[in-house]
């Protein structure tokens, strides 16, 4: 089919077909010129087997794979997208994104699927099996023990988008979904589904995601809900008024199904009391809320809608930020010299207008609408002008703190002390960000106090960051995207916290052996394996979890400490000085250096000839337990703990639990070495 007929009628990709849905469908236009440039229906789609599908072909495969695999598939699914990258744009201009917009919603949606990549090699196993947290001693002798591991679900992801972010909307939910193994159903905001639908296109037609790991619904999700069951996952973005009415559906609450949800907010920033005009924290302030107010046409769920600044600083910040507004350029968003493109469509326009004719019941308005609309008719787009508001007495104001018009709009309320910043950007009742412009580092941590309770972000901007800093209304796929009550009271991204959603935690007893050979993982406790071959001598697929060198003992002596003082140059005076190490209530006379203990037993454990063993690329969780002394005899045992083979490499990651004991049997020092091996023989290499 060729991409004119596709524009016509979106298609749903649903049990392996691409489905479309019967009857007329809804029409979908281009911001700016009004044209259709879609129709969209999910009639006739049979959603119970959609479900099916993702449980029962996507799910299993998905899982059958790896993290670091899964990761890979990630990695290469994004350098793909962002091969195809310019027809994204190009059709992204419909939604009435500028190609500024557009950079935060395509290439933000790729490098989230780049981030949870790198996230998934790096801090995930090269297995099945995620474990959470440490082993839980449960008996005296350490004969029973618990430990916590996370699988993924066996039922399917359903998504559930907001129009805005068309692209990174549905990247920032599939990457950490994907990564964990399960399915996903993506269900697109209608308005702009003909973006999601492009860039999902080009997702299977990759061939890189197994059957059923991916599928579809463009239009309305039908009776789906009906069939949801307690293995399933609903992630909701949209409108708090929606979310309330899905999260008390029947069949997710009497199956218990788990329900995300990031939902509108009133998002607040705060200018400190010692950011007066003239210094980098007011300009900062100024730039960054216009440019929240119109980047994506303030269509954005992290946009700034209320800007508290002291009192004595409200009629400077209204004169600055009148004037920045009157430099946007507003129109069409293809032409190069527009900065701020149409809301994404005529329903949203009157539901922003409506919003702006509510707040200004509290509020006076400061911009007058945009003059000129360039290039493009000012009725047929759905344009809003950058609409700043002031409200000189904010006291009993309450639509400011609960209506959010979800276009460029803002108002500026002014403050008196620090409790009352907090107290105004807290009535939010719940926000996904806030952000405080201040060289003051003791307001910043008093705000922070305040504020982090209703917040799910918080970004301070000072001088010294504020030429790198991301901005206010990024999300960022290593920190959490969410926030309390208002926002939806749910957390997304935040690296692994957001992989978290779509695994079941399992609390795990028994023995550390048993414990050990479910999660491939060797706790102390679990049986050893000794052999006659050093554990350096074997390659990475050769080596078995458990296996044990029990090295021999060495004394240590004060001529040890003294050289070792000499060579490094550390003569702290518990090595070196016996009067004052005598004095030092923990030791009472002169201790080995612990960099010495560890170098020592390195020296007990290490196998020198040229081997299997690449490199050793750390420690950790090193920790001194006993100090050694002069004549006490210390000796090592190194244990294999975790190997994880790297994805097409000859060589991967394994993990030693190291500790040194004394000669009474106490432990003195315990750590991981970390080292790469290789997974070939390399004798004669
Ligand atoms: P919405 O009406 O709640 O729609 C959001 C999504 O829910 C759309 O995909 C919509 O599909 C779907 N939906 C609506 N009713 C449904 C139902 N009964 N069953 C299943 N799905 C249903 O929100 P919106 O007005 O389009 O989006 C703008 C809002 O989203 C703003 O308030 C904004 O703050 C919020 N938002 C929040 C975040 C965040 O991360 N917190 C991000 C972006 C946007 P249709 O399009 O087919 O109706």
Redesign the pocket.
């Known amino acids: 089919m060729s991409d004119a007929e596709r524009t016509m009628q979106l298609k749903s990709y649903v049990t392996g077909e691409w489905h479309a849905g019967t009857g007329d469908g809804e029409l979908l236009r281009d911001a700016t010129t009004g044209e259709v440039v879609a129709t969209a229906s999910s009639a006739g789609i049979d959603f119970g087997a959609v479900l099916a599908h993702a449980r029962q072909v996507g799910g299993p495969t998905l899982r059958r794979l790896t993290f670091h695999e899964r990761a890979a598939v990630l990695k290469a699914l994004a350098k793909r997208l962002m091969e195809r990258k310019e027809e994204f744009y190009t059709l992204s201009f419909a939604t009435g994104a500028t190609r500024a917009d557009s950079w935060i919603d395509i290439e933000g949606g790729i490098g989230t699927l780049f981030a949870y990549a790198s996230r998934g090699v790096r801090e995930l196993p090269n297995g099945h099996v995620h474990i959470d947290g440490e082993p839980e001693a449960l008996s005296k002798t350490g004969g029973f023990s618990g430990r916590h591991i996370c699988v993924p679900r066996e039922g399917a992801a359903v998504h ?6 068309p692209v990174w ?1 549905m990247l920032e939910k599939l990457a950490p979904t994907l990564l964990a193994g399960m399915p996903a159903v993506v ?5 702009t589904a003909y973006l999601a639908e492009l860039v999902f296109r080009r997702i299977v037609e990759s061939g890189l995601l197994p059957e059923g790991a991916v599928q579809l619904v463009c ?3 039908g009776d789906l809900f009906t069939h949801l069951g307690g293995q399933d996952v609903v992630s ?4 708090a ?2 979310a309330a ?2 999260r008390v559906h029947p069949t997710v609450i009497g199956n218990a199904v788990r329900f995300i949800s ?4 009133i998002n607040s920033c705060i200018l400190g009391g010692d950011a007066a005009p003239g210094t980098p924290e007011f300009d900062t302030f100024i730039r960054e809320v216009a440019r929240e107010m119109t980047a994506k046409a303030g269509q954005k ?1 992290t946009a700034i809608r209320k800007a508290l600044v002291p009192a004595a600083q409200l009629e400077p910040a209204v004169a600055a930020l009148r004037a920045a507004l009157a430099k946007v350029i507003v129109g069409d968003p293809r032409r190069e010299e527009v900065r701020m493109g149409p809301l994404a469509g005529l329903a949203q326009r009157r539901e922003v207008l409506a919003r702006i004719a509510e707040l200004r019941r509290e509020a006076d308005l400061v911009t007058e609408a945009a003059t000129e609309i360039v290039g493009a008719d000012r009725e047929r787009g759905a344009f809003v002008a950058p609409t700043l508001l002031v409200a000189r007495r904010a006291e009993g104001a309450q639509r400011l703190h609960s209506i ?1 018009a ?1 276009g460029p709009v803002c108002t500026l309320l002014p403050y008196g002390t620090n409790a009352d910043a907090i107290a105004l950007a807290n009535r939010g009742e719940g926000s ?1 960000v806030s952000s405080v412009f201040t060289a003051d580092q003791a307001l910043a941590r008093e705000l922070a106090l305040g504020l982090a309770p209703w917040h799910g972000r918080l970004l301070f901007v000072d001088r010294d960051c504020a030429r790198e800093s991301t901005g206010h209304g990024s999300p960022l796929p290593g920190l959490i ?1 969410g926030g309390p009550g208002r ?2 009271g749910s957390e997304e991204m935040g690296g692994l916290r957001g992989v978290m959603h779509y695994l079941q935690r399992s609390a795990l007893q028994g023995s550390p052996s048993t414990l050990a050979a479910i999660t491939g993982r060797w706790q102390r406790g679990a049986r050893e394996i000794t052999g006659a071959v050093h554990p350096f001598r074997r390659t990475l697929p050769e080596l078995e979890i458990g296996e044990t060198l029990h090295s021999a003992e060495r004394e240590v002596t004060l001529a040890d400490i003294e050289r070792f003082a000499a060579l490094s140059g550390d003569t702290f005076y518990a090595h070196v000085d016996e009067a004052a190490a005598k004095r030092n209530p923990l030791f009472g006379g002169r201790v080995a250096h612990g960099y010495f203990l560890i170098s020592a037993a390195a020296g007990l454990f290490v196998d020198p000839p040229y081997g299997p063993v690449l490199a050793n690329y750390g420690l950790e969780r090193l920790r001194f337990a006993k100090p050694v002394r002069p004549g006490d005899r210390i000796k090592v045992r190194l244990t294999c703990k975790a190997k994880s083979l790297r994805v097409d490499k000859g060589y991967g990651e394994v993990v030693w639990d190291t500790e040194i004991t004394n000669q009474d049997g106490e432990i003195v020092a315990s750590y991981d070495v970390l080292t790469m091996v290789s997974a070939e023989p390399v004798e004669g290499r």
């Open positions: 559930i988008n907001a129009f805005n972010f909307g269900k697109p905001a209608t308005a239009g309305g999700v909701f973005t949209g409108s008024s929606t009415q899905l990031e939902t509108d907010s769920c959010e979800f996904l995207h926002a939806g």
